[in-house]
């Protein structure tokens, strides 16, 4: 119900009854009062937007090429991050994120009767480390490695190219949520 609705409701209103019929001046109240109530009550239940991790360091370079998907997303989730900046000179940054490694694979894991391909399984790796200013490894090398099964007719080759785009942009914005995770998990510099 509407504000509208409840000053339509109240009594007296403009002279005539609201679409509701006309209420008693407690039933009116008791109306607005739960109203105000029940809007109150909602920041009390706990309920909060999902943030994005907070990272250990004010300044980050990140190494991605510029045409890197998870390079995109890993920046924008960064961006959402109250307390890090993303610099683009490696030299100004409290930390440096090196991409080691970004790769897509594709490796056929069943074959139909014919001989071909029935199952695929879709890989993404990604290989990296991370650097404070003085060179010093903050987080050693460590390799992420997302994977999805795709079965594949003869019949649907467009759509299952379809799918596949699909299923590695999802591997791409989970990949890049990990790596924010992993990194907001590095201690702070002593």
Sequence with gaps: ?????LEADRPGAGGRPGPAGRLG???????????ALAAAGLPACGFQLRRSAALPFRTLYAGFSPTSAIGAQFR???RMADDTELV???????????????????DVIVFSATG????????LRFTFRVLDAASRERLPRTELVL????ISTDIEIVAKQQEE?????????DLAQQLL?????IPPSP
């Design 1 to 5: 119900m509407t504000a509208r609705d």
């Design 25 to 35: 001046a407690g039933r009116y109240r008791r109306r607005l009062l739960a109203g």
């Design 76 to 78: 924008t989730l960064v």
């Design 88 to 106: 683009d000179d490696p030299a100004r940054a409290e930390a440096r994120l090196e991409v080691l490694n970004e790769q897509r694979e594709r």
């Design 116 to 123: 071909r391909p029935r199952e695929y399984q879709l890989r």
């Design 147 to 150: 994977s999805r099964d795709m």
């Design 165 to 173: 785009e699909l299923l590695f942009r999802d591997m791409e914005s």
């Design 181 to 185: 995770r992993r990194l907001s998990a």
